[in-house]
């Protein structure tokens, strides 16, 4: 018997003389239930209905771990470059101390800028890595920061490179509830080890007085407050790829696409196969991104809604072609969102001559639109829910 899930094909199933049942799915089941029916095929090749469908829970055995710190009881600390801090569960390692200043520092401090309570103090360029043993949730606080150039990346237990996600500057507030929260949730099937967050600079403020640039404030750096890791598995909801991108390598996650192509003006970021945004309202050129970052082939447009991608069909084919002599998978591309997100062609016409529409494919609960290029060799999925204009 074929094991079936969303209508894919997902594994086989065997029934004992007993009735015990036998399952053997052929990709990663997720904690929790599983919904699943049968197709049976006798020796006489008969194949008969679905049946119908049925739950299974999964435990995968896999342990997360999980806590808390809002810095509040612990010692003001000068962090010193190298050295291990361990915080109840957290461990924390200084990687580099930044630009000092005064009496500032990368470290615990108490009312940092004005803050309301004890916080990290995080220096222009410092780096501070955050070791969670292994989890499936991280997420902080942070505020005070006024560059587009810090970042957080994230790993595996392994050392695996899982993802970067660049801060929004913002959160000037003296209280909590005022900050910016980070946060990032691991692929299903994979677990976060650690993260390094690497400060960029800063700008310092000045005012001309009498054709004189005069300085006013020496912007030292930034602020993180409470860190929390690990999540109920019950209540975590893993983003599905089809079958075609399911090995993608790292995610580049961005709340603002153009404050950051602006920044990053002539670099070429590599290492990253996806681009998650995370805000609304933006536009993106699909030729422009490629020329900050090499072998994107995954684009989310889902965020907080309403974004738009401008897609060229032939500058799509030409990097296919470039691409010709790497495994089939890089050549397919796959664009995610919902209700309100637009691809926009550049040229509607050339694109249906180039591309052909091959019906759609459901995969991980989304149905996907799915073009394939006439010459075949390369493959195009669209959520369904996207518009394409």
């Known amino acids: 018997m074929t094991l079936y899930q969303n209508g894919v094909v997902a594994g086989s199933a065997t029934v004992g003389a007993d009735g015990r049942w036998q399952i053997t799915p052929d990709r990663d089941m997720q904690t929790g239930s599983n919904n699943f029916t049968v197709k049976a095929v006798d020796l006489a090749g008969n194949v008969s209905d679905y049946a119908p469908n049925w739950a299974i829970n999964y435990d995968s055995g896999v342990k997360h771990s999980s806590g808390e710190e809002n810095w509040n009881c612990r010692a003001n600390t000068s962090w010193q470059t190298g050295r291990v801090y361990q915080y109840g569960g957290l461990k924390v390692t200084e990687l580099k101390h930044g630009t000092s200043n005064n009496c500032f520092y990368t470290g615990i401090m108490n009312r940092p800028d004005g803050y309301e309570s004890k916080a990290i103090e995080m220096l222009d360029h410092s780096v501070v890595q955050f070791d969670f043993g292994a989890t499936n949730y991280v997420e902080f606080n942070y505020g005070y920061l006024h560059n587009c150039d810090t970042y957080v990346d994230i790993f595996s237990p392994s050392g695996e490179l899982l993802g970067r996600e660049y801060l929004q500057p913002g959160g000037a507030s003296r209280s909590e509830q005022g900050l910016n929260t980070f946060s990032w949730q691991a692929p299903a099937g994979q677990q976060i080890g650690y993260i390094d967050v690497h400060s960029g600079e800063d700008p310092d403020t000045y005012k001309k007085v009498l ?27 893993h983003h599905t790829l089809p079958e075609t991108l399911e090995q993608e390598g790292a995610q580049l996650h961005l709340n603002d696409v153009q404050q950051w192509l602006a920044a990053h003006s002539g670099q070429l970021l590599q290492g990253f196969s996806a681009l998650v945004l995370e805000g609304e309202h933006q536009q993106l050129d699909y030729q422009q991104l490629t020329q900050h970052i090499s072998g994107l082939q995954h684009i989310d447009l889902t965020g907080s809604g309403d974004n738009l991608l401008q897609l060229d069909a032939q500058q799509l084919l030409q990097q296919a072609h470039q691409d010709v002599l790497l495994p089939e998978r890089t050549r397919s591309w796959l664009i995610d969102g919902d209700a309100g997100d637009v691809v926009q062609l550049s040229d509607s016409t050339q694109f249906y001559q180039q591309w052909q529409q091959q019906g759609t494919q459901q995969s991980g609960g989304k149905v996907w639109q799915v073009f394939e290029s006439l010459d075949h060799s390369a493959t195009l999925l669209i959520n369904n829910e996207v518009m394409v204009a």
Do not use: A, F, M
Not at 218 to 228: A, N
């Open 211 to 237: 054709c004189w640039n005069v300085l006013v404030k020496r912007d030292v750096g930034w602020i993180i407050d409470t860190v929390r890791w690990g999540k109920d598995e019950s209540l975590v909801q």
